[in-house]
């Protein structure tokens, strides 16, 4: 039977959080087209501070950039959901 060494836990773990958190960057990319520029840079400023701070962790810590990159995908979530639709003309 094969056996599941730590590290390779440690690696899928960084490869699910980085593809979380380059996820949640295209999509707060995407909604510059949509939602009002603070949102957009406020979201940018979450997941600029969210990413580094979860990298630096990643040595003590592996389940850090998995849990940011859900963070801020929940986030944005949260507001684009809070933008109001306009009515039309």
């Given at each position: 039977m094969?056996?599941h060494?730590?590290?390779?836990?440690?690696?899928l773990?960084?490869?699910?959080?980085a593809?979380?958190?380059a996820?949640?960057?295209?999509?707060?990319?995407?909604?510059?087209?949509?939602?009002?520029?603070?949102?957009?840079?406020?979201?940018?400023?979450?997941?600029?501070?969210?990413?580094?701070?979860?990298w630096?962790?990643?040595?003590?810590?592996?389940?850090?950039?998995?849990?940011s990159?859900?963070?801020?995908?929940?986030?944005?979530?949260?507001?684009i959901?809070?933008?109001?639709?306009?009515?039309?003309?």
């Amino acid at each position: 039977m094969d056996e599941h060494t730590p590290e390779a836990y440690r690696t899928l773990f960084g490869l699910i959080g980085a593809g979380l958190q380059a996820t949640a960057l295209l999509l707060i990319g995407a909604s510059a087209l949509v939602a009002p520029g603070w949102v957009v840079g406020t979201l940018l400023v979450v997941w600029v501070v969210t990413t580094v701070g979860s990298w630096r962790g990643f040595g003590e810590r592996s389940w850090l950039p998995t849990a940011s990159g859900t963070l801020v995908l929940v986030l944005w979530m949260v507001a684009i959901a809070g933008i109001p639709r306009s009515t039309g003309p």
